[in-house]
């Protein structure tokens, strides 16, 4: 057990070294900005004293080191700077620039449930739906039933995500108006009204994940139907299902649970573009929009919350498949 | 909440359907092998198959019946139906042309051939025939305004259509199919150039690693590990939101900066293969009497190395692209990736997202975006298929 406990210290230590390095790498690009942040803010004709004036305010008269670290530091207090636009847009109200309208953390929050809400729909919905198909393909494999799926699956993977939601959009919505094509949720909204309006989105994303998922099981599970233990369950006269189902499949977990967390990770990713088909209020569109008015500060944090949900899951992915497996939990 | 009551009970019928089916053939051939041994599972997959089926077809003979003026909502499903068997076909007499004609060992290779492979390779064949050809193909050159614009798509002047703009125009007035033929040539042409950009810093870098090993390995390797540990979309995001400020008013200088970007970016990915199917043959008795001869870095690395890696690289080259034309559609779709005026499926799929709207009573109108999302899906799925048959040949996973 404690050999157990060493290898989560090491793996988290070697994570949190990583975000390390990830932070100072976002911090880095954004730093290789033409000008500064007060000339953008200000925009063309700015007075120089004006410039100036907002470089004191905002620090960026000191050293990058400095700075760096001072992000870093509010960055971990959970504070992640005031957006851009929405200083202007609370300047141009009246308000003051630094009250709580303005602040990213304060922005990102909502959005941030919203996509998390998005992300556990899709997984609660592709993670069933592809150990079942995994499963079924591994039963009846090399039949018709195998190949169609197959083909499928690996259709779905390999189209655009924006393609695949315009076609749920076309069939389902537009077509066949079942479900909503605009997931306009909002926060007080009954559970039930967000869930429908959530489903189109999630089902695109299920499309996005279910292939790499389902092949990935029903290889794991083929690969056991060799050894002999299987082979016995089979001579004792136990039915394919039960032979897969009960001998087979715990012990493919191990590559399985590895393949849902790494497509868990995919799906912080996966988002962005259906959260803009969609217009889905998650961080993916925040995201994009802050891209497009070059919103640095907003586009650094929804950068670094990408790549800590990155990180961690492909460290959950990690662990989980360390413990899983004997032969790694007791490294020679 | 009735169209899952419909789902629930039309399971349950296809569920009793299986039964019956199996019942009916026990029955019927008198306890045959084939129907007495049949799982239930086999047979509640013949009926449900074959209800698909059934549903498909009268699905097509409604679109096909149905007056051309009036809405109708199976045009989509037809037309999909018509497609699907029409590069069925193409692909089954394109495989049968490849067994008959050429060397004996194409001829040998296109007789193990799957369907899917062979519809594969047809398909990036028309791809790259259309992408070199633009210029020829296209009626209307891609910036061209003309002088009518959101002219209906098939060419039917009584439904809004022209029969000089077959696919017809967009909202400005520029023909769609010229659009994209020109797409072709410069989405692909783009996605093509990044990824043998990315090949090329990533291949030779993995290689000098893994030849050279020591500190350069470490140094690099690190790297890798820092800049794959950020999902890549969004740090082509963050890298482009800098590239834009950079290239300012200058267009062409921004996906200039994209090709860069995400050559870069992916360079990560071919540099962790490289580096392992280098390190795999840097040990080998050939390398080392190579040494003893006293060759250089470059020899080692171009004539002994990267020959016996072209298997893995291939392949990886093929998925790579696939990756990389799909960044680049996200991005332009995203509105930050391939620049106006030059004619791009990402950009032309999101101008023209919103007809998808008007399927119910215009179903031609809604077909335009999904054409140009159609033919980044058809490239990409073909590459797919193609890249699937050669890991499934090479790793002699017969089953």
Same mark, same amino acid.
């Given at each position: ?7 989560? %210290? ?94 990213? %953390? ?66 389902? %919505?537009?077509?066949?108006? @079942? ?154 | ?6 789902? @629930? ?49 009268? #699905? ?30 193409? #692909? ?91 797409? %072709? ?115 080692? @690395? ?98």
């Amino acid at each position: 057990m404690t050999s157990i406990l060493r290898i989560i %210290a090491q793996r988290l230590l070697l994570g949190i070294l990583t975000l390390f390095v990830v932070s100072i790498v976002i911090f880095t690009a954004v730093n290789m900005l033409p000008g500064d942040f007060a000339q953008l803010i200000l925009g063309q004709g700015a007075t120089p004293e004006a410039v100036e004036a907002i470089r004191k305010d905002l620090g960026l008269d000191q050293p990058p080191i400095t700075r760096y670290f001072q992000w870093l530091a509010s960055a971990l207090q959970g504070d992640l700077g005031n957006s851009f636009a929405q200083a202007n847009f609370a300047s141009f109200v009246g308000a003051d620039g630094s009250t709580n309208m303005a602040s990213v %953390a304060a922005q990102i929050a909502p959005r941030f449930e919203n996509t998390l809400f998005l992300a556990g729909v899709t997984a609660l919905i592709a993670v069933p739906f592809s150990l079942f198909l995994g499963i079924l393909a591994a039963l009846y494999r090399n039949s018709i039933f195998d190949r169609a799926t197959n083909i499928l699956t690996l259709s779905s993977i390999s189209s655009p995500e924006f393609f695949l939601a315009y076609i749920l959009i076309l069939f389902l %919505a537009v077509l066949n108006p @079942i479900l909503p094509s605009l997931s306009n949720i909002y926060a007080d909204m009954p559970f039930d009204e967000r869930l429908t309006r959530t489903l189109l989105p999630a089902l695109t994303l299920t499309l996005v994940v279910t292939a790499h998922m389902m092949r990935m099981t029903r290889a794991a599970i083929i690969n056991l139907l060799a050894s002999p233990y299987i082979e016995m369950a089979r001579l004792k006269g136990i039915s394919p299902m039960r032979v897969i189902v009960k001998h087979a499949l715990p012990n493919a977990l191990a590559p399985i649970i590895n393949v849902v967390a790494l497509n868990l990770a995919y799906l912080i990713t996966g988002v962005v573009v259906v959260e803009v088909v969609f217009v889905y209020p998650g961080i993916g569109q925040l995201f994009v929009d802050s891209v497009k008015i070059r919103d640095i500060p907003v586009v650094q944090a929804c950068c670094l919350i990408f790549a800590t949900a990155y990180i961690l899951l492909n460290l959950t992915a990690d662990i989980l498949s360390i413990i899983s497996n004997p032969r790694l939990r007791h490294p020679k | 909440m009735s169209i899952w009551l419909t789902l @629930i009970l039309g399971l349950l019928a296809i569920a009793a359907g299986g039964w019956l089916f199996r019942f009916a053939g026990q029955k019927i051939t008198g306890d045959a092998p084939r129907f007495r041994d049949m799982p239930y599972g086999v047979a509640f997959g013949y009926v449900f198959g074959a209800v698909i089926v059934v549903w498909l077809a009268w #699905a097509y003979w409604l679109s096909r019946s149905a007056d051309p003026a009036v809405a109708n909502k199976y045009f989509f499903l037809g037309k999909a139906i018509e497609g699907l068997i029409l590069f069925a076909i193409a #692909a089954w007499l394109f495989r049968l042309l490849g067994r008959s004609v050429g060397t004996e060992g194409t001829k040998k290779l296109f007789r193990s051939m799957p369907l899917t492979a062979s519809f594969g390779i047809l398909m990036i064949l028309i791809y790259a025939f259309v992408a070199i050809f633009a210029g020829a193909l296209a009626p209307f050159g891609q910036e061209e305004v003309l002088a009518q614009a959101n002219v209906v798509p098939g060419g039917d002047p009584a439904m809004g259509g022209n029969p000089d703009y077959p696919l017809g125009t967009d909202q400005i007035g520029r023909d769609i199919l010229s659009r994209l033929i020109y797409g %072709a040539q410069n989405t692909v042409g783009i996605a093509f150039i990044t990824t043998c950009l990315a090949f090329f810093i990533g291949g030779t870098l993995g290689f000098l690693a893994a030849t050279l090993q020591g500190w350069l390995d470490q140094v690099l390797s690190r790297a890798v590990d820092v800049l794959m540990a950020i999902p890549s979309l969004i740090f082509a995001l963050l890298l482009m939101t800098i590239a834009s400020a950079w290239a300012g008013s200058e267009k062409w200088l921004l996906t200039v900066y994209m090709v860069i970007i995400i050559a870069v970016i992916d360079s990560t990915r071919v540099f962790r293969l490289a580096r392992a199917v280098g390190l795999n043959i840097v040990v080998m008795d050939y390398i080392e009497a190579a040494k003893l001869r006293g060759e250089g870095l470059g020899y080692l @690395i171009f004539k002994e190395i990267l020959p016996n890696a072209t298997a893995p690289l291939l392949a990886e080259f093929g998925l790579r692209f696939c990756f990389v034309f799909l960044t680049i559609a996200s991005l332009s779709f995203l509105g930050v990736g391939i620049q106006p005026p030059l004619a791009d499926w990402g950009t032309m799929v999101r101008d023209l997202a919103q007809f998808i709207n008007f399927a119910v009573f215009a179903p031609q109108v809604a077909s335009a975006p999904l054409l140009a999302a159609g033919a980044i899906a058809l490239l990409t799925v073909a590459v797919n298929f193609v890249v699937d048959w050669m890991l499934h040949k090479s790793s002699g996973l017969k089953e």
